[in-house]
């Protein structure tokens, strides 16, 4: 009973995470007629933020770099200032 009254005071105390950088829209569809894809991120919070993507086949014993898709994601890397939007492109 005692570690029930703990875990449940921790419960609550855990802090909670919000996320600064959101992707516009739900999926991603890339059509058959179409080289490229943007994919567009907008960051809502007041500080800048520093976004990494990758495209992977979801593996988690594989790392990104050594896993082969068919899709380049340009670019990898990328800073986006608050209150902002940025925009990756996917492409064959």
């Known amino acids: 009973m005692r570690y029930l009254k703990i875990?449940?005071?921790l419960?609550?105390?855990m802090?909670?995470?919000y996320a600064g950088v959101s992707i516009d829209g739900t999926r991603?569809?890339?059509p058959a007629d179409s080289k490229s894809v943007n994919v567009q991120l907008r960051n809502i919070y007041d500080t800048p933020a520093l976004?990494?993507?990758w495209i992977d086949i979801g593996d988690p014993?594989?790392?990104p770099q050594a896993e082969e898709v068919p899709f380049v994601l340009n670019p990898?890397?990328?800073r986006i200032e608050p209150n902002k939007g940025r925009s990756f492109?996917?492409?064959l």
């Open 61 to 63: 014993k594989k790392t």
């Open 76 to 78: 990898p890397l990328v």
């Open 7 to 9: 875990a449940v005071l």
């Open 89 to 91: 492109e996917s492409f």
């Open 51 to 53: 976004v990494q993507a």
């Open 11 to 13: 419960l609550f105390t």
């Open 28 to 30: 991603i569809i890339f």
């Open 15 to 17: 802090p909670l995470a």
